[in-house]
């Protein structure tokens, strides 16, 4: 038995520095007097692997990451969303050499967070990214993340998004606040995601349109306003920069903006209709007016067309059935 109680791996290179070395390479420092139970700590620390900030760390990793083409490249949505993960990595697992990760520690990761599903689900998407670039680095050579299957949202926590009926609509246009119903008509108006909505600006509105670069895609839209978005537009009071605006004139962020819609659906007593459901009765004011589904992602700007197919294909039912009842009266 050595003078460290049997411990390996510890030299000391002058009185009170002992060090942690292995392999000819001193990985870390032992700060606490000997003995003590803190010096245990710290060395088990060491030797199982913790305690040790590795030159693969995913601390290291993610700093070369955000420093990179690949994150400079992200629209400033995903970047947000990105965030969220890279933040949960760097303090679950900053020091850990992510080198040595596999499929199994990220499903496992997954599993801890299966509460909140959307952020499971990010979890091997931000990594797989987070690995391809680590490949691009020369740490690896196989993507772990890649392939992870995803978590299934449980049916009792799958929100749905019914669209705004017409009695809906009509009542949201006679009794609502008229700051509620700015947002409202810029909604159902933009065919945009409720992200955008606070983004658009004074000058962006030449009377008649209105323009906006999307948040999550990045595309550049013009949208030629409808009659009720126009005439609202044309009687709200330009007090900011933005058309959405706090009573201070200063812009109004989108946590205002959904309280005071969650406030007023709650006051109409519309609660089973939220405001993400604004765009999809957009898509179905489109294609009730004949637009096929390209001339509906022109307006609305999905990258995918099954949103459209799934609400355009609502109304086209409402619209078909309709015809067969007169002909059928």
């Known amino acids: 038995m050595n003078r460290w109680g049997g411990k390996r791996y510890l030299v000391e290179t002058k009185p009170g520095f002992v060090y942690f070395r292995k392999n000819g390479k001193y990985l870390k420092r032992i700060d606490a007097p000997y003995p003590s139970p803190e010096f245990d700590r710290q060395y088990w620390e060491v030797l199982n692997g913790r305690g040790v900030e590795a030159k693969t760390s995913f601390k290291v990793l993610v700093a070369s990451y955000r420093s990179s083409d690949r994150w400079e490249k992200l ?49 091997p998407q931000v990594l797989s990214v987070l690995f391809e670039h680590a490949i691009d680095l020369g740490w690896i050579r196989e993507n772990p993340a890649k392939g992870v299957r995803r978590i299934s949202t449980p049916e009792a926590r799958v929100q749905t998004h019914n669209p705004w009926p017409d009695w809906a609509v009509n009542k949201w246009r006679a009794e609502a606040s008229p700051v509620a119903r700015l947002i409202f008509e810029l909604g159902v108006g933009s065919v945009q995601r409720p992200g955008d909505w606070t983004k658009f600006q004074w000058c962006d509105y030449d ?20 009659g009720q978005l126009k005439t609202t537009l044309d009687c709200a009071p330009r007090t900011g920069i933005t058309i ?3 009573r201070d004139g200063s812009p109004m962020k989108y946590r205002d903006m959904a309280r005071i819609m969650a406030n007023e659906r709650k006051r109409l007593d519309l609660m089973d209709f939220d405001q993400h459901a604004l765009r999809y009765r957009g898509v179905m004011e489109l294609a009730w007016s004949g637009c096929d589904d390209d001339e509906i992602a022109s307006y609305s700007g999905h990258s995918s067309k099954d949103m459209i197919r799934k609400y355009a ?17």
């Open 207 to 226: 009377g008649s349109s209105l323009r906006i670069s999307q948040g999550k895609t990045g595309k550049y839209l013009w949208l030629p306003c409808t």
């Open 244 to 246: 959405l605006t706090k």
């Open 313 to 329: 294909g609502e109304a086209r039912q409402v619209m078909r059935a309709r015809a067969a009842w007169e002909k059928r009266q």
């Open 75 to 123: 629209r400033p949505r995903t970047r947000s969303d990105y965030e969220k993960v890279l933040s949960y990595v760097e303090e679950k697992n900053g020091d850990r050499d992510a080198t040595r990760t596999r499929r199994k520690d990220i499903i496992a990761a997954m599993e801890k967070n299966r509460h909140r599903t959307r952020f499971a689900n990010y979890i």
